[in-house]
């Protein structure tokens, strides 16, 4: 089970230039609004048609500009769940079901597969209800029970909680990743949120304004985040302009400290930029330096990496507090969430911190 | 009293809605879909009977029409067929004065179609005929609905393009809104006023036929936003 898109689309001032490849994997799409990734999703199903590209799934082709191919949606064996799910208002749970199952002819065959999938999906007893009759989690259920009865050789997902409430989310979240791990075949999940997304998939693709940023698996890309967009989804949240040192050290700017960092990281990263010269001022490449505040740890003593900090001030969570410190006057402040517990025994106006060199990241701005 | 001004106006109604229902739902949904320069100048051209007086419908209807005009002139050469001053003349008036009603209704309700449904519809393997009766009309069902109705009401009180296009004659072409003229001008003030209950009455239901349907649909678009 492959997948491979290597897609072109202009939409006004917009460019989607999209190009991936994956094999029997779940693969996350993640960006923020905007960037591209219903769009990307659109046209694998068919519902948009690229300006150029290709797209084959198991060695299918389902369009080809140039091969003048181009798969109606119908005959695409693509299933894709919006985001509103688009359950059909007028049917009942068992009719949208079984509008799903229309390959099978056979009245009794087909209703046995739609009964079938209603039990599995345990929606059996909502068989005479309406959509709007049905919950969020309901609805998705059905929403995916209609799809999967169709066969499809390939899974699209649209954001498939963001309409959830919040506790529904898990419990469906856990639901659907035992869908997709049955299923067994290629998955797209759309998401922007990077827990839902390291849950469940294997691999993940960043795309920002149209473009593919980051791809790989998802540990490296979560360890290695690479771009400052990539940063922010995968909860990089601290970033500062930086000015590289060495191959080791890095000052970063907006704080006022250097920061040592896993070697590998820094070369990867000037070496897949193309960028030979380190630390070349002309260069139009920009660099920054992010912190996962996470792996922030109090420290005992002066080592590498560990600072001295000004708590400048803090906010008393429910279940944690956030410091606001700055290491330098002036500099810009980082947050750092401890335990109630912690800073009511710690507290004070000056704190030594330790950042581990797991806990920076190189990344790249090129503009 | 004689009823066949009764019978004529809802033969008459009944017929051109039936006709007006399927040409305006065929308009709106291709025009719902066209490029959005070609649907401002088309939805100008379709509307316009709306906003003209009927006798400007009668008049432009019988200049296309008419014995010595060229489409009236072929019809009667052809098929020996006069298109005027006959009971089935007046259903060309009142198609062209109701049919932007149905379509201008069919078209809003279309456009309100949340188009996701049609999309995974496709994606489930479903085809487009499928889609539209089975997926389609049903959602723009209320719309739909109101538009029939008051296409209906409307073609039922069409006056001024109907007297010019097919006259009155009492049993042969004579409708309600006609007949009514012709005894008030004949000073026959008793029947004219019969006619005007019947035709009051008609009204009535039908309007409060729209607007349980529109309560209806307001009911359904709540359930939709709801869920």
């Known amino acids: 089970m492959s997948i491979y898109v290597n897609i072109e689309k202009k939409l006004g001032d917009f460019m989607l230039r999209v190009n991936f490849n994956t094999e029997n994997d779940v693969l996350a799409l993640m960006g923020k609004s905007g960037c591209g990734k219903s769009m990307t999703l659109k046209c694998i199903a068919g519902i948009e048609k690229p300006d150029r590209g290709t797209i084959i799934i198991d060695g299918v082709t389902l369009f080809s500009s140039d091969k003048k191919i181009n798969l109606s949606p119908q005959k695409r064996k693509v299933g894709l769940l919006f985001q509103n799910y688009a359950l059909f208002p007028n049917m009942t749970a068992f009719e949208n079901i079984k509008a799903g199952a229309n390959g099978i002819k056979n009245k009794e065959q087909k209703e046995a597969a739609v009964r079938a999938m209603m039990e599995k999906f345990e929606v059996l007893h909502l068989s005479n209800h309406y959509p709007h009759q049905l919950s969020g989690g309901q609805q998705q259920r059905i929403a995916l029970a209609r799809i999967l009865v169709s066969e499809p050789e390939c899974l699209l997902l649209d954001e498939p909680f963001s309409a959830l409430d919040t506790h529904l989310r898990f419990i469906t979240e856990r639901e659907t990743a035992k869908v997709i791990k049955d299923f067994g075949k290629t998955v797209i999940l759309v998401s922007h949120n990077i827990e839902e997304v390291f849950r469940i998939t294997d691999k993940i693709a960043v795309m920002n304004a149209g473009k593919i940023e980051t791809f790989g698996e998802k540990n490296t890309v979560l360890s290695n985040p690479e771009t400052i967009n990539t940063a922010l989804l995968t909860g990089w949240s601290e970033i500062s302009p930086a000015e590289i040192i060495n191959e080791k050290c890095i000052y970063a700017k907006d704080w006022g400290i250097i920061l040592r960092i896993k070697q590998e990281r820094c070369s990867d990263i000037c070496k897949s930029k193309d960028n030979k010269d380190i630390g070349n001022e002309n260069c139009d490449v920009r660099y920054f330096v992010s912190v996962r505040t996470e792996t922030i740890r109090p420290a005992e003593e002066e080592s590498d990496n560990s600072f001295q900090m000004k708590v400048e001030s803090y906010a008393v969570n429910p279940y944690d507090t956030t410091l606001i410190l700055k290491a330098t006057e002036g500099s810009c402040p980082i947050t750092w969430r401890v335990s109630n517990e912690w800073w009511l025994k710690n507290k004070t106006d000056f704190i030594r911190v330790h950042i581990p060199e797991e806990g920076v990241a190189l990344l790249v701005d090129k503009r | ?227």
């Open chain 2, 1 to 227: 009293m004689d009823l066949f001004p009764l019978w004529n106006s809802i033969r008459i109604s009944a017929i051109s809605t039936a006709a007006v229902f399927f040409l305006g739902i065929f308009c709106a949904y291709y025009i719902s879909k066209a490029p959005k320069y070609f649907k401002g100048i088309i939805d100008v051209v379709l509307t316009l009977p709306l906003v003209l007086p009927p006798t400007v419908v009668g008049y432009l209807l019988l200049r296309v029409l008419g014995p010595k005009r060229p489409v009236g002139a072929m019809f009667l050469s052809l098929f020996d067929i006069k298109l005027t001053m006959t009971w089935w003349s007046a259903v060309f008036a009142t198609m062209v004065v109701t049919f932007p009603l149905m379509y201008r209704t069919a078209r809003g309700a279309f456009e309100l179609f949340d188009n996701n449904l049609a999309y995974s519809a496709r994606t489930l393997g479903l085809s487009d005929t499928y889609i539209f009766w089975k997926i389609r009309l049903p959602y723009c069902k209320q719309g739909i609905i109101a538009g029939t109705v008051l296409t209906f009401a409307r073609a039922l009180g069409e006056y001024g393009a109907t007297s010019m296009i097919a006259g009155y004659t009492p049993g042969r072409t004579a409708t309600i809104s006609t007949t009514v003229y012709n005894l008030w001008r004949t000073n026959n003030d008793n029947l004219a006023f019969k006619w005007v209950v019947i035709n009051i009455a008609i009204s009535c239901v039908v309007l409060m036929a729209v607007n349980m349907v529109e309560k209806k649909e307001r009911q359904a678009v709540s359930l939709k936003e709801g869920a």
